[in-house]
Antibody, heavy 121, light 110 residues
């Protein structure tokens, strides 16, 4: 079965960077995009960006353009999201998620369990 | 400010039907048949309930249905059950962002 297993919770200081991993199993990793979505405490879902796993191409929400880096290691079916210059309002649960098929217009059909990133001095 | 507008909350009694709306523009909901809906219970990851406006993934109850008219998509849940109590989010491809969520709707089963 499709599984996306994310790395554990992180606590970072303002100005630092964080890198979250997302290991996929149960399907062909390069046949689907990986999206990243975040959810601040008590708030709604916010789309961060996606990566085309077969090529490494990326697309981001405008507010994250200059602070987020998305990468993959296809040899181990793992995607990564790095967020730099952290601020307190970056405190959130970060989810990786898989698209149903390999297209920029495909919906998300499976989600990771989420990784809590806390930014605090 | 989310690009897609949902009511903050809706409620219904067990057995009743409710509808959650999701309003956008011709650049998102009105321009593409890509609306999906996700259910999220507290502390859990979202779960896909409807995709491409009207389609239900295998394993999702046929009490859940989706529709779209113009720039507004809707999720209808019939025969409400206690476990339906959750947050619901719409999600659409857009010509600019390129993906946006609605602000979320809290469903309370009375």
């Amino acid at each position: 079965q499709v599984q996306l297993v994310q790395s554990g919770a992180e606590v970072k200081k303002p100005g630092a960077s964080v890198k979250v991993s997302c290991k996929a199993s149960g399907y062909s990793f390069t046949g689907h995009y990986i999206h990243w979505v975040r959810q601040a405490p008590g708030q709604g879902l916010e789309w961060v960006g996606w990566i085309i796993t077969i090529s490494g191409g990326t697309n981001f929400a405008e507010k994250f353009q200059d602070r987020v880096t998305l990468t993959t290691d296809t040899s181990i079916s793992t995607a990564y999201m790095e967020l730099s210059r952290l601020r307190s309002d970056d405190t959130a649960v970060y989810y990786c998620a898989r698209t149903d098929y390999s297209s920029p217009r495909s919906h998300i059909d499976h989600w990771g369990q989420g990784t809590l990133v806390t930014v605090s001095s | 400010q989310p690009a897609l507008t949902q009511p903050a909350s809706v409620s219904g009694s067990p057995g009743q039907s409710i509808t959650i709306s999701c309003t956008g523009t011709s650049s998102d909901i009105g321009g593409f048949d890509t609306v999906s809906w996700y259910q999220q219970h507290p502390g859990k990851a979202p779960k896909l309930m409807i995709y491409e406006v009207i389609n239900r993934p295998s394993g999702v109850s046929n009490r859940f249905s989706g529709s779209k008219s113009g720039n507004t998509a809707s999720l209808t849940i019939s025969g409400l059950q206690p476990d339906d109590e959750a947050d619901y989010y719409c999600y659409s491809y857009t010509s600019s962002s390129p993906w946006v969520f609605g602000g979320g709707t809290k469903l309370t089963v009375l």
